[in-house]
């Protein structure tokens, strides 16, 4: 099976930011599995043409997606960013979990790693029978 995806990465990073605005770039190229360098491209291409702006907060930057901007392919121009990522329906409340690679029985594979609050709801939720 080929390893091809729907979403290029300016999708994936696109869709990364929308559900965690406040991430490192680290955190970004962690999760999607492309270098950091890539992502620092990706983000100044996006802002350059209007999709996200970026505010900066102390250290950190925030990023805020343009929910209004009109996908660029005349194939999808009429649908914008937002109706994207409502299609895709992320919750604006729980943000994509960061991977990391780890070794599981001698290969690299992306393995998500479960919070503490996840581990405290996983654990109430036990205990309710869910």
Do not use: C
């Amino acid at each position: 099976m080929s390893d091809w995806t729907f979403f290029s990465n300016y999708g994936h990073v696109l869709i990364f930011l929308a559900q965690n605005p406040k991430a490192r770039l680290r955190d970004v190229s962690d999760s999607i599995g492309i270098t950091e360098r890539a992502v620092q491209k990706i983000v100044h291409d996006l802002q350059a043409a209007e999709f996200i702006t970026i505010k900066k907060q102390g250290r950190r930057n925030r990023y805020k997606i343009n929910r209004r901007k009109h996908l660029r392919h005349r194939v999808v121009s009429g649908a914008t960013i937002g109706q994207l990522l409502n299609t895709i329906n992320f919750p604006t409340d729980k943000p994509i979990k960061i991977l990391k690679e780890k070794k599981i029985s001698g290969r690299e594979k992306h393995v998500a790693e479960e919070t503490e609050a996840e581990r405290i709801l996983r654990e109430q939720q036990g205990d309710l029978g869910f």
